[in-house]
């Protein structure tokens, strides 16, 4: 029988376990990324691991989130970042570059190679047949030791795609018309394999656009066969060398086919607060708007600045509307300076920002009260704007840039004819920006400024676990819920103790201190928990906090595997209608829990308050057991209990 693609891949960096569905799998890591909002944290547990340099052919740390300096934090971690970089062999992007994921995959990302980046949105670099994977920073810290990343098999589901997009119709349509099909937790134990006649009419910044926003989907990854697209965008960026031809076997087989023809799609939206709340633009009507953002890592790329330039030449942007122009990268804002479309944004009236997430994760241009926000981003979950009460949608570069004209959602083929975009034969490969590391490590002195905390650390998990449930939670709860994002928060993620006092603070205000009152407790959450981010904070704050288990009804992959390596708990309601019978504020108690997770995948709650007993499970493989037991990762990995 043949393989598909993905499988390939894996089978070729196997080192532990077999390509059976729900199986753990470990594989050897080729190539790792960081970005600043995660990475202080990684390279502090890098640090923790005590190896002189990064044992994978590639690591890459990026500056790209918390690039806003209103105080000395955010310039802080970026030193501290960028002399890491030097001493451990690691390539530092730096801040103004780019955004990690786009400069990833124009600089570095590798068909047939494997990327663990500690950023969800990893998968971006799939649009490259690369198997790039999304993790939280103590996994990658661990890739970049050496070790291999472990995670459960996955499903592989191809998606057939027949025809070629209309004009006015973008990749985003395509992943935005899956997430309408299949939710949010739609590829949540899935990868997805694009294949079919449709696949050769896709740029790479297309099928990039596509692998991005599989990680809303909940999928693991989502992958493209590299083929002469691929060797046109590797070759005008210089890299031809780095191209190999990759694709399934013709005979592959796969867990579902879905098909998509992409001549019947259309312009497509989300709206608030969820990216697979979709409907097809022309459905949802003119909805007033007081912001345009373009970019992020979903929608940055050349063609698509191009295409917003062309739209917007020669005319002015409503004056409700004020619109925000993120470039992917300095290669795309270079692009489109050279070309001449930097003017034609600039006098229709953009506001250009610096090429970095930005608006994306609140990093500024935050919207008005109640404001309604139109961004071709790829979450738009309630706050995450900056604004609480903000309603955000979600589209392609061309529905914002038709909306941003007129002031209201508008369908884009009322435009007219669909502007061409043609791609310059050479980029300007500029890698200034870009810092190999040093030759000499030791004599890089890594600058530690005050905002750098050490990390919290745990000890191994108690044999009996008490304590109140100190939240219960609905479902898709996600990481933003757990930790914010937005400028205020961000510039916190390495000093956890001062980050901590906004554990769900968008949610329940109180709860942080609650928490420390309570000495700890446990949280109930549904369906889904902890979707979104690969923010290991979202379990980091949690454990600093006291929190040693989760009871919810189904979680989020990164988060689930975050809690386990910070020696958290996360449980699994074995009738999920037990979950209307635990309030809030009701004391639980777990016992013998350290014998019975390595025995058995049942464990007993008593709920103190009500006088009932209820059964949980667990779904830990016998190596997330013994880290669980260790009380985290790093325990583990330390004291040599990993073979
Ligand atoms: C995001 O889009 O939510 C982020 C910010 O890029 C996160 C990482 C983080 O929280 O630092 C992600 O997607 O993993
Ligand atoms: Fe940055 Fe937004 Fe992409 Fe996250 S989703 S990496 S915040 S641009």
């Keep these: 029988m043949g393989l598909s693609l993905t499988e390939k891949i894996i089978e070729q960096h196997l080192v532990h376990g077999a390509l059976v569905p729900g199986n753990e799998v470990g594989i050897r890591i080729d190539q790792t990324?960081?970005?600043?909002?995660?990475?202080?944290?990684?390279?502090?547990?890098?640090?923790?691991?005590?190896?002189?340099?990064?044992?994978?052919?590639?690591?890459?740390?990026?500056?790209?989130?918390?690039?806003?300096?209103?105080?000395?934090?955010?310039?802080?971690?970026?030193?501290?970042l960028q002399t890491v970089a030097a001493k451990y062999g690691i390539y530092f992007s730096r801040p103004g570059n780019g955004i990690c994921h786009q400069v990833h995959l124009e600089r570095f990302g590798i068909p047939g190679e494997t990327l663990l980046g500690a950023d969800s949105h990893t998968p971006t670099a799939g649009g490259l047949g690369m198997l790039a994977i999304g993790a939280g920073g103590l996994d990658v810290a661990v890739a970049m030791a050496g070790g291999p990343f472990y995670f459960t098999m996955p499903q592989i589901v191809l998606v057939y795609l027949e025809g070629k997009l209309a004009p006015w119709v973008t990749a985003k349509d395509v992943i935005l018309t899956l997430l309408g099909r299949l939710s949010v937790k739609g590829g949540v134990g899935k990868i997805f394999e694009y294949g079919g006649p449709g696949v050769?009419?896709?740029?790479?910044?297309?099928?990039?656009?596509?692998?991005?926003?599989?990680?809303?989907?909940?999928?693991?990854?989502?992958?493209?066969?590299?083929?002469?697209?691929?060797?046109?965008?590797?070759?005008?960026?210089?890299?031809?060398?780095?191209?190999?031809?990759?694709?399934?076997?013709?005979?592959?087989?796969?867990?579902?086919?879905?098909?998509?023809?992409?001549?019947?799609?259309?312009?497509?939206?989300?709206?608030?607060?969820?990216?697979?709340?979709?409907?097809?633009?022309?459905?949802?009507?003119?909805v007033p708007l007081d912001q345009v953002a373009i970019g992020s890592c979903t929608n940055s790329s050349y063609a698509d600045l191009m295409r917003v330039a062309a739209i917007l030449r020669g005319k002015t942007v409503?004056?409700?509307?004020?619109?925000?122009?993120?470039?992917?990268?300095?290669?795309?804002?270079?692009?489109?300076?050279?070309?001449?479309?930097?003017?034609?944004?600039?006098?229709?009236?953009?506001?250009?920002?610096?090429?970095?997430?930005?608006?994306?994760?609140?990093?500024?241009?935050?919207p008005p009260s109640a404001g309604v926000s139109l961004r071709t981003f790829n979450r738009n979950f309630r706050g995450r704007s900056g604004t609480g009460d903000a309603q955000v949608y979600l589209a392609s570069p061309e529905v914002a840039a038709a909306s941003a004209l007129t002031g209201v959602l508008t369908d884009p083929r009322t435009l007219g004819p669909y502007p061409q975009v043609t791609w310059p034969a050479t980029l300007p490969a500029d890698d200034r920006l870009i810092l190999p590391p040093a030759s000499d490590p030791?004599?890089?002195?890594?600058?530690?400024?005050?905002?750098?905390?050490?990390?919290?650390?745990?000890?191994?998990?108690?044999d009996r676990l008490e304590g109140e449930v100190l939240l219960k939670l609905g479902d898709h709860i996600t990481t933003d819920d757990i930790l914010p994002g937005g400028s205020k928060v961000?510039?916190?993620?390495?000093?956890?103790?001062?980050?901590?006092?906004?554990?769900?603070?968008?949610?329940?205000?109180?709860?942080?201190?609650?928490?420390?009152?309570?000495?700890?407790?446990?949280?109930?959450?549904g369906q889904n928990y902890g979707q979104g981010s690969s923010r290991e904070h979202a379990a980091l704050v949690p454990m600093?906090?006291?929190?040693?288990?989760?009871?919810?009804?189904?979680?989020?992959?990164?988060?689930?595997?975050?809690?386990?390596?910070?020696?958290?708990?996360?449980?699994?309601?074995?009738?999920?209608?037990?979950?209307?019978?635990?309030?809030?504020?009701?004391?639980?108690v777990i016992e013998n829990v350290r014998e019975s997770l390595a025995s058995d995948n049942e464990l007993q709650v008593k709920n103190l308050t009500r006088g009932q007993v209820l059964r949980v499970r667990h779904d830990l493989s016998p190596r997330e057991v013994a880290v669980v037991l260790a009380g985290g990762l790093l325990n583990y990995t330390k004291s040599g209990l990993q073979n």
């Design 200 to 286: 050769q009419t896709l740029s790479v910044p297309e099928r990039a656009t596509i692998c991005n926003m599989g990680a809303e989907l909940g999928a693991t990854t989502s992958i493209f066969p590299s083929d002469t697209q691929t060797r046109a965008f590797l070759a005008a960026q210089g890299r031809a060398a780095a191209w190999q031809p990759l694709a399934a076997d013709p005979d592959a087989r796969y867990a579902e086919t879905i098909t998509l023809d992409l001549e019947k799609l259309e312009p497509m939206v989300a709206r608030p607060h969820s990216p697979d709340a979709v409907a097809p633009v022309h459905e949802v009507g003119p």
């Design 490 to 525: 961000l510039p916190l993620r390495s000093n956890i103790p001062a980050i901590s006092a906004y554990a769900f603070a968008g949610l329940d205000p109180g709860f942080a201190d609650r928490a420390k009152d309570a000495g700890g407790g446990i949280l109930v959450g």
């Design 33 to 80: 990324l960081t970005q600043d909002a995660t990475g202080t944290m990684a390279y502090l547990q890098f640090e923790a691991m005590n190896l002189p340099r990064v044992r994978v052919k590639l690591a890459v740390s990026y500056v790209d989130h918390n690039t806003l300096q209103t105080g000395f934090e955010n310039a802080d971690d970026h030193l501290f």
């Design 544 to 588: 600093y906090l006291g929190i040693k288990a989760v009871l919810a009804k189904s979680f989020a992959r990164i988060h689930r595997a975050n809690l386990i390596n910070f020696g958290l708990l996360p449980l699994l309601f074995v009738r999920e209608e037990d979950y209307d019978a635990i309030n809030q504020g009701d004391r639980l």
């Design 318 to 366: 409503h004056p409700r509307v004020s619109l925000v122009i993120a470039p992917g990268s300095r290669q795309v804002l270079r692009l489109l300076a050279q070309s001449g479309a930097l003017a034609d944004l600039l006098a229709a009236g953009a506001r250009i920002l610096e090429p970095a997430c930005g608006p994306c994760i609140g990093m500024g241009q935050a």
């Design 442 to 462: 030791a004599e890089v002195a890594i600058r530690r400024g005050p905002n750098i905390k050490p990390l919290p650390r745990t000890g191994p998990l108690p």
